[in-house]
């Protein structure tokens, strides 16, 4: 079964940049699907951050577009989310997640629920 598996979180002060990557360990994801970013505050629901689609066109939530980057590599099956700006509201475990949503151009749903691959996450702390 393929697995995702995060890397690249860490602590950074308020305004640094961390940059996330995401690969399948084993398999191949979902050839076609899209690769999507998720994160999970404490206390909070996991909530859509940034993905992408085979085809290679980007969604964001408002809060972060503008200051993280979401980008894919098809042939290497992973993807890699650049976070720029960092603000403490952005404190989260980060979670990379794969879906087909029956087409290469189909756009990605923004609810968790709808994503069936996902990787164990990885911590990012802001400081102020």
């Known amino acids: 079964q393929v697995q995702l598996v995060e890397s690249g979180g860490g602590a950074v002060q308020a305004g640094g940049s961390l940059r996330l990557s995401c690969a399948a360990s084993a398999g191949r994801t979902n050839t076609g699907g899209a690769m999507g970013w998720f994160r999970q505050a404490p206390g909070k629901e996991r909530e859509f951050v940034a993905a992408i689609n085979w085809a290679g066109t980007t969604y964001y939530r408002d809060s972060v577009e503008g200051r993280f980057t979401i980008s894919r590599d098809n042939a290497k099956d992973t993807v890699v989310l650049q976070m720029n700006d960092l603000k403490s509201e952005d404190a989260a475990v980060y979670y990379c997640?794969?879906?087909?949503?029956?087409?290469?151009?189909?756009?990605?749903?923004?609810?968790?629920?709808?994503?069936?691959?996902w990787g164990q996450g990885t911590q990012v702390t802001v400081s102020s």
């Open positions: 997640a794969a879906q087909y949503f029956g087409s290469q151009r189909a756009t990605p749903s923004r609810n968790p629920k709808a994503w069936r691959t």
